[in-house]
């Protein structure tokens, strides 16, 4: 009976969580977040800048999402499945709720970009139709995310956008579909 209580007492301690290395060795240091915009690099999205829907390559609409983020365990960014990546949440509303993502959380790796790590390019797909994308053309929306990791560090990051249209030229355009 006592090797099934041991191991039981290791399970319940964390001793067998994969990620109990990585974590102790990580450094003592505040987690931070910043959110961003861009396809190809990370680009600042200043409180109440413009946010740009574009067509996707299957008919849908979404909004490319990035981070900066420091104090996370960052993952491994050649292996999506690996449990020590962190969780990523990006979420985009209009306070009328009529634009709105299907983005889940998803475990992330975070890439290392000098002292900070970033997630470039991410697409927060959202619910909308056509007519829909033209009507948002203007609103006022909040875009966020949440980064959680397997350390139990979480840090969260908002803004104030304009919705804007990209037409299929990438040319930002202020009209619909």
């Given at each position: ?59 849908g609409y979404h909004v490319f ?112 579909p």
């Open positions: 009976m006592r090797p099934v209580l041991l191991s039981i007492a290791l399970l319940g301690s964390g001793a067998c969580r994969p990620c109990a290395t990585a974590c102790e060795a990580l450094p003592d240091a505040p987690t931070e977040v910043q959110l961003g915009t861009g396809e190809r690099a990370w680009e600042a999205v200043p409180e109440g800048g413009t946010l740009v829907i574009r067509s996707g390559p299957q008919g999402a990035s981070l900066v983020a420091s104090g996370f365990l960052p993952g491994t960014p050649t292996d999506v499945t690996d449990p020590c990546n962190p969780v990523v949440d990006f979420d985009l509303t209009t306070d009328d709720g009529t634009v709105r993502d299907v983005y889940q959380e998803v475990s992330r790796p975070l890439r290392a970009n000098g002292a900070a790590y970033e997630l470039v390019g991410d697409t927060v797909t959202l619910d909308l139709t056509e007519d829909e994308v033209a009507a948002a053309v203007g609103k006022a929306a909040t875009l966020s995310v949440v980064v959680r990791d397997p350390c139990g560090h979480e840090a969260q990051d908002a803004r104030a956008v304009v919705l804007d249209w990209a037409p299929d030229d990438g040319e930002t355009a202020r009209r619909g």
